[in-house]
Nanobody, 129 residues
Framework: QVQLVESGGGLVQPGGSLRLSCAASGRTFSTYAMGWVRQAPGNEREFVAAVSWSGSSTYYADSVNGRFTISRDKAKNTVFLQMNSLKPEDTATYYC??????????????????????WGQGTQVTVSS
C-alpha cells in the first residue's frame, strides 16, 4: 500500500520556523516529483513548492519564495519543507503530493485540480502569537 505520511506541523509564533517531513512508503519514489500544497479553511488549495525526481530542480510559489526550502532524500524516500520567517497567512493544512515524471512547474499547475498520483493526509501548521 502506497502511503505519504506528513509530520512536523504545529503551532509557531510569527517569524518562527518549522520543518515538515513527508515519508513515502509502499514503492520507490525515485521517478516521482514531490511537492507540498496547502489549504486554509475557506480558501482554495494553493501550491507551495515542488522538487524534481532527481532533486536537482525546485519550484516555489511567489508567496513562499525565499522563505521556504524544499529538499528530498531519495535514499530515505522522504521530502522536506523547511519553513522560515513564518507569517500568520501561512496557517493551513499542508499536504504532501507525488506525481510520476512531473516537472516541479507541472506540480504547481496541478495544484488547482489536485490530480496528483498520490496525496498525504496533511499536517496542520498554525502561525499565531
Amino acid at each position: 500500500q502506497v502511503q505519504l505520511v506528513e509530520s512536523g506541523g504545529g503551532l509557531v509564533q510569527p517569524g518562527g520556523s518549522l520543518r515538515l517531513s513527508c515519508a513515502a512508503s509502499g514503492r520507490t519514489f525515485s521517478t516521482y516529483a514531490m511537492g507540498w500544497v496547502r489549504q486554509a479553511p475557506g480558501n482554495e488549495r494553493e501550491f507551495v513548492a515542488a522538487v524534481s525526481w532527481s532533486g536537482s530542480s525546485t519550484y516555489y510559489a511567489d508567496s513562499v519564495n525565499g522563505r521556504f526550502t524544499i529538499s528530498r532524500d531519495k535514499a530515505k524516500n522522504t521530502v522536506f519543507l523547511q519553513m522560515n520567517s513564518l507569517k500568520p497567512e501561512d496557517t493551513a493544512t499542508y499536504y504532501c503530493a507525488a506525481h510520476r515524471w512531473a516537472t516541479p512547474q507541472a506540480m504547481g499547475d496541478m495544484a488547482s485540480s489536485g490530480k496528483y498520483d498520490y496525496w498525504g493526509q496533511g499536517t496542520q501548521v498554525t502561525v499565531s502569537s
